[in-house]
């Protein structure tokens, strides 16, 4: 038996690190990155500096957990969550599938109207890279605000009882994926299922009195690929291929 079939960068998970915006908020703040919600993957958040909170709404409601160095925070997909930058927060994000969240698996809190078809919501958070610096950050900060505007209306929604909004715009961030899964559905497979079943057959080769995969160890290393990239929530250095 073949016992060592995947060599991806283990768990089949992606990372990035992640400097929150510093950009003052619409509702006061003094910073905070761009609300939005995962469809297939959870995300994991390690502080590395600075402090600040996650804040997160799901269908149970809304939370606020704080975040400063050392903090290990993470949330299932469903979860709208929003960074809120109190100073300096640095993360190295932890990402199910490959990085998935990063590669589409993202839907921001846009008013409804921006969440009608898929083209329509590819061009309203759109930041062209053949564009200055200065005007990139401008087009950043303008789509981060206005989807906070709409996350702070389904919070208000949400803690008066209502429900009706959070549920449309799940149904909304649905439709818009939905065109994707099969892409997403072979990421999957040569990803986290493939790092699960190679485990599973390093498992019975071991029973078998075989270790051969021991053998074929390897060692890799790689380096972020994007360094300072406009991201949801900040400014990103991105790895790729791990």
């Known amino acids: ?3 060592s079939t995947y060599e991806g960068f283990p768990g089949a998970v992606g990372v990035s690190r992640l400097t929150v915006y510093d950009w003052p908020t619409v509702d006061g703040l ?6 939005h919600l995962h469809l297939t993957c959870a995300e994991g958040y390690v502080v590395t500096s600075g402090r600040g909170a996650v804040q997160t709404l799901t269908t149970s409601g809304y939370r606020e957990t704080p975040l400063e160095r050392g903090t290990v925070a993470w949330f299932t997909p469903g979860t709208i969550h929003r960074l809120v930058n109190a100073g300096g927060l640095e993360i190295t994000v ?3 599938n490959s990085g998935l969240p990063e590669a589409g698996d993202a839907v921001l809190t846009l008013p409804p109207d921006r969440l009608a078809d898929p083209a329509t919501y590819a061009e309203a958070v759109r930041i062209p890279g053949n564009l200055p610096e200065a005007e990139q950050a401008r087009i950043a900060r303008a789509r981060r605000d206005l989807a906070t505007r ?3 209306e389904l919070r208000e929604a949400s803690e008066a009882g209502d429900p009706a909004p959070l549920a449309a715009f799940q149904r909304a961030a649905a439709a818009l994926v939905r065109p994707r899964l099969e892409d997403w559905q072979r990421r999957w497979e040569e990803g986290a299922r493939a790092a699960a079943d190679t485990t599973a057959a390093q498992l019975e080769a071991l ?3 075989d270790e051969q995969h021991l053998t074929r160890a390897l060692v890799a290393s790689t380096g972020p690929t994007a360094h300072g990239r406009f991201g949801m929530c900040g400014r990103l ?3 790729r291929g791990i």
Do not use: E, I, S
């Open 150 to 152: 709409r996350f702070l």
């Open 207 to 209: 029973r078998g009195h």
């Open 94 to 96: 932890v990402m199910q």
């Open 237 to 239: 250095a991105v790895y």
């Open 30 to 35: 003094p910073g905070g990155g761009t609300p």
């Open 1 to 3: 038996m073949n016992a």
